[in-house]
């Protein structure tokens, strides 16, 4: 006998599904790893994730990347996508990083690498050490200023392509922070022509336990009330510190220039201080902060996020830049057990494991008897497939029943007590037919009264079964309660045969508790209340082998045996 068969997908090329894993992205390779042992060896190589690692990285400072370095691709995604290590680079002011859910370059501006109008002049800005951040050692904090303005700056190149970005500023505020948090400040984002502006604010007196009357002065008040659903308020970050959403920018080619972001209030001019700057944040833009909790009423920041940016495109999965046909050709070869779980991987695997032309390979070989069946319903081949693995259905002349087995869409069969060969059967002092079970397929079984030669044959052509897979043959049966409990049933011979190939065992009808507990197969209780004894497996290849032969006997010692109910045989996938 032929080993057990695995998941179809075996029969792909690595080359090939490692050529389609490369062209998605990290995230999508992660949950692609987890459909089959297949998916993750291809999903793990070199192949995949060197295309997720960048050849245009940006120069690093010495040492930054030798501690040592990862030796696979993988390992090295890993480490430069570890935003609590960031790479630090060659100029010492600017970090960066890789998303960890995109692959795209990420970007921390240092205070010291920002335009911080005043920020020289000592009685404005101070410089004070950051022992506490990560790779930014200094930052800049605000004393006193009317004219506030901050401008930051990245070239495009330095970017990943096809990526929407969020560009945030990372900051904290002091316990006598005064005049940030009225009047509201300017952020804008520009990109080669392209302008996107917003209010903002980055103090918010507002919280979930604070009502109206308690909020500032009277005019703050009424300037909150007026523009709270224009505004965008910041965030609380993991790390501690907050951040302030300036705008989103959409790198299309890296070649359209400089990035600039700006944050200002020179209008009012009123007084402000204690602001601490650690920098300008450059990340691929997400459904929501991951690492921050709002700190504004739900609806301020909803507000502000839909009305005040003007650059709102998101990038879809780059799976969906996969061939159809490619996509296709790698899904057909799975299991539907595979495809519940490769449809969670992206919507684009989603639409092609939900299509006629998935399915259809299931249950194009029982078509006619499903219409038969579900005469003047239109179903999907998807429907067709969930109506096959849910229940049985008889064949024409109702001594056979059919199903999927959905797990691996292979054929599964039951033959019936009328349709096996029973030894003397025919004879009423030795086997009797009696109505069993109305609610099953089918409605007599075989009871043994009295037999010493015990036979019983059961055959089904190959050509009805899945190829390329590994099927096991049971006995469906009950003993009577004076049988089972004498537990004198002798041990019987089943064997298995299969285009010249035969295999053969020894098993009881009993449990595994009694004299016969060194035997190879025992059966076991269904969950329809009958028992199952498996009495072989054979391996079912192109389908030409002739009939599969299933025998039970127990010819040797003819001893009177009886007590037995016979309900049919059942072939199915080996699990």
Known sequence: ?????????????EELLSAALALTTPRDACSAAVVSRDLRAAADSDAVWSRFVPHDLPSLADGEFCDPAPASAKGRFLRLS??????????????????????????????????????????????????????????????????????GRIHSKMLSQDTTYAAYIV?????????????????????????????????????????????????????????????????????????????????????TGEVCMNLMETKVCGPKGGLLVQ?????????????????????????????????????????????????????????????????????AFRAILDSDAFWTRFVTSVHNLLLFHYNGQTLSQKEMFLCLSDRPILSVTRRMSMWLDRQTGAKCYMLSARALNIAWSRKPQHWRWIIHCTDRSFSQAAELLSVCWFEIRGKI??????????????????????????????????????????????????????????????????????????????????????EVCIRLSETAELNNKKGLIVYGMEIRPKK
């Open 1 to 13: 006998m032929e080993a057990a068969g695995t998941c179809e997908i075996t029969r792909l090329p």
């Open 82 to 151: 570890d935003s609590h290590r960031p790479l630090l680079l060659a100029d010492g002011l600017m970090s960066m990083w890789l998303d960890r859910e995109t692959g795209a370059k990420c970007y921390m501006l240092s205070a010291r690498s920002l335009h911080i109008s005043w920020g020289d002049t000592p009685e404005y800005w101070r410089w004070i050490p950051l022992p506490d951040s990560c790779r930014v050692s200094e930052g800049a904090e605000l004393r006193f200023v009317c004219w506030l303005e901050i401008r």
């Open 171 to 255: 900051f904290r505020l002091g316990d006598k922070t005064y005049g940030l948090d009225y009047p509201a400040q300017e952020a804008s984002i520009t990109v080669a022509e392209s302008t996107s502006t917003r209010k903002v604010c980055l103090q918010s007196s507002v919280n979930e336990d604070e009502d109206w009357a308690g909020f500032g002065d009277p005019l703050s008040r009424r300037y909150h009330r007026a523009c709270c659903g224009h505004l965008v308020f910041p965030g609380k970050r993991s790390d501690g510190w907050m951040e302030l959403k300036l705008g989103e920018l959409y790198v299309k080619d890296c070649d």
């Open 279 to 347: 920098g300008i944040e450059i990340r691929p833009k997400k459904g929501l902060l991951a690492s921050s909790s709002a700190m504004s009423k739900s609806k301020h920041q909803a507000g502000g996020e839909e009305q005040a940016a003007t650059t709102t495109s998101t990038v879809a999965c780059e799976i969906v830049r996969l061939p159809q046909e490619l996509l296709m050709k790698v899904l057909s070869h799975i299991t539907p057990q595979d495809a519940a779980r490769a449809a969670a991987v992206s919507q």
């Open 461 to 546: 052509d190959s050509e009805m079964l899945s190829l390329n897979s590994t099927y096991a043959a049971f006995l469906v049966f009950k003993l009577d309660d004076e049988s089972a409990h004498r537990r004198d049933f002798p041990v019987l011979k089943a064997s298995v045969s299969i285009g010249g190939c035969k295999s053969t065992r020894q098993v009881s009808l009993h449990g595994s508790d009694g004299d016969e507990d060194g035997l190879p197969s025992h059966p076991q209780q269904r969950a329809d209340g009958w028992m199952e004894l498996e009495l072989g497996e054979f391996y079912n290849k192109q389908g030409n082998d002739g």
